[in-house]
């Protein structure tokens, strides 16, 4: 159970990290917003139309009679926008991290250097496009993954009480594992780590990556908080990915001293 205030730590070094660092911060800030609007847009239109679509979907439900039908119906469209709702905190991380990839590699790097005894930060040595489709590529592969977790725990949902206390919690520590593993890749993938060595990776220390993404999980269902809070949980999981591969860190007490970066 250690890993899981560890990991709650690195979350909150990552963001006393960019908070001394905040020129990496500003930049940092842009692809959120930019993912921010999207989504929120989509999520507007969803909660517009989402009734409309349950109607259209349920047609053999148009001769109940009330107040079953407007039950039914409306159980199905909060569904709907719960799934919606996390399939936005599912991937709005994969989908910023696309959009900010040259901001969030720069800052992990400098995440690197800056903890590093040596000063030295790793490099992958492969050009940018190729580092874009490679990202884009396993986080679609991610994405398919959090997605049947996404439909199993929907099915399970309608089970009596099981449904409406353990499947909502299981459901923030898978999307708490998936988080952990988009923001971490940053950080592995300049390490040439691909993407079946990541997730066994951090299936060996579950404990560790609960307590860095569940928390930011849930702190990324209230709006606007996930824009401001991707930049540290970047350099946060930079951090973990450390840990994760025994790599030597620095205290932050050595330095204390030195100069700060931007």
Request: glycine content about 12%; cysteine-free.
């Amino acid at each position: 159970m250690r890993d899981l205030g560890v990991g709650f730590g690195y979350l909150l070094k990552g963001q006393r990290w960019v908070g001394r660092h905040g020129r990496q911060f500003g930049f940092g800030l842009l692809p959120g917003l930019i993912t921010l609007v999207l989504y929120a847009a989509a999520l507007v239109a969803l909660a517009i139309w989402g009734a409309d679509f349950v109607a259209w979907a349920t047609p053999f439900a148009d001769d109940w009679s009330s107040p079953w039908l407007g039950l039914f119906r409306g159980f199905l469209t909060a569904v709907l926008f719960a799934l919606g709702l996390l399939g936005a905190v599912l991937t709005f991380t994969a989908m910023t991290l696309l959009v900010g990839q040259p901001f969030y590699e720069n800052l992990s790097e400098k995440v690197d250097a800056d903890v590093s005894p040596d000063g030295t930060a790793p490099e992958s040595g492969l050009p940018f496009w190729r580092e874009l489709w490679i990202s884009a590529r396993d986080s679609l592969r991610v994405l398919v993954r959090a997605g049947l977790w996404g439909v199993l725990l929907f099915a399970l949902g309608f089970l009596p009480f099981v449904g409406q206390t353990v499947v909502p919690v299981v459901g923030f520590f898978v999307t708490g594992f998936f988080l952990t593993e988009e923001l971490a890749a940053v950080a592995l993938q300049r390490r040439g780590v691909d993407l079946r060595a990541r997730l066994a990776l951090l299936r060996s220390r579950k404990t560790l990556v609960w307590g860095f993404g569940t928390p930011l999980g849930l702190a990324f269902l209230v709006p606007f908080v996930a824009v401001f809070l991707m930049p540290g949980a970047v350099a946060g999981a930079t951090l973990l990915a450390r840990d994760l591969l025994g790599e030597e860190t620095a205290a932050e007490d050595e330095r204390a001293d030195e100069p700060v970066s931007s």
